[in-house]
C-alpha cells in the first residue's frame, strides 16, 4: 500500500509570492493533517480535514489556509510569504474519525529568500 | 509552559545498550499517545501507538504511558547505530485527529 505522498518536495519561493502544496493520504484514508516544523517551533499543528471539512485550526495566520477534495487529497496554500515562513511542512493521514494512528509524509521544505 | 515536555538530549549510547526516552505533559484531556522516529530530512515515522495507561511492546520496542503522573517513557533495547534519530513524543485527544508534540530528543548510538 503507498503511503501519503507529498508534492513538491522542494521549493523556494520569494518573500511577498504564494504557494501551494498537496498531499494525497494513503488510500481509504479520509482524515488529513497539516503540520509546520522548523528548528526553533518544532511540529506546529496547522489544520485537520476531515471528509472535505476543516475540524481544527491551529495558530497560525490567516495567510494560511488548506482544503479537501472529495477523494482526500488536501492542498494547503500560503499567500504573502514571509522569511519566517521556511520550514518543513508534513501532511499526517489517518483512517480513524479521532484518535487515530497517524502516518507522515516525506514533506515539503519551503525556503522563503 | 509547553503542554509537552521532552527532553532535547542528545542522548549518546553505545550500541546494544537500552535507550531510555521520556515526555511529560500538563493536559489530563491527553487519551491518544504516539512515538514517532525522525531521521535528518525525512518525515516522522511512527513507532508505537498506545490507548490510555498501561505497557505496549513491538520488538525492540516498550511504551509506557502513566496519566496519573502525566508521564510517557519509550524503551528502545539492544540499540544499534541504524537507531540514531530524533524521536518525537505525541499526543492526542478523544475528538479529532490533532496531535501535540514534544520538542524531540536526539539519539546517538555508536558502533
Known amino acids: 500500500k503507498a503511503g501519503v505522498t507529498q508534492t513538491p518536495r522542494y521549493l523556494i519561493k520569494t518573500r511577498g509570492q504564494q504557494v501551494t502544496l498537496s498531499c494525497s493520504p494513503i488510500?481509504?484514508?479520509?482524515?488529513v493533517s497539516w503540520y509546520q516544523q522548523t528548528p526553533g517551533q518544532g511540529l506546529q499543528f496547522l489544520f485537520e480535514y476531515f471528509s472535505e471539512t476543516q475540524r481544527n485550526k491551529g495558530n497560525f495566520p490567516g495567510r494560511f489556509s488548506g482544503r479537501q477534495f472529495s477523494n482526500s487529497r488536501s492542498e494547503m496554500n500560503v499567500s504573502t510569504l514571509e522569511l519566517g515562513d521556511s520550514a518543513l511542512y508534513l501532511c499526517?493521514?489517518?483512517?480513524?474519525?479521532?484518535?487515530?494512528?497517524?502516518?507522515f509524509g516525506p514533506g515539503t521544505r519551503l525556503t522563503v529568500t | 509552559q509547553k503542554e509537552v515536555e521532552q527532553d532535547p538530549g542528545p542522548l549518546s549510547v553505545p550500541e546494544g545498550a537500552i535507550v531510555s526516552l521520556n515526555c511529560t505533559y500538563s493536559?489530563?484531556?491527553?487519551?491518544?499517545f504516539m512515538w514517532y522516529r525522525q531521521y535528518s530530512r525525512k518525515g516522522p515515522e511512527l513507532l508505537m501507538y498506545?490507548?490510555?495507561?498501561g505497557n505496549k511492546e513491538d520488538g525492540r520496542f516498550t511504551a509506557q504511558v502513566d496519566k496519573s503522573s502525566k508521564y510517557i517513557s519509550l524503551f528502545i533495547r539492544d540499540s544499534q547505530p541504524s537507531d540514531s534519530a530524533t524521536y518525537l513524543c505525541a499526543m492526542a485527544r478523544a475528538a479529532g485527529n490533532k496531535l501535540t508534540f514534544g520538542g524531540g530528543t536526539r539519539v546517538l548510538v555508536k558502533p
Open positions: 498506545t490507548y490510555s495507561s
Open positions: 499526517a493521514s489517518s483512517l480513524a474519525f479521532s484518535g487515530g494512528e497517524q502516518y
Open positions: 493536559n489530563s484531556a491527553f487519551q491518544y
Open positions: 488510500s481509504g484514508h479520509r482524515s
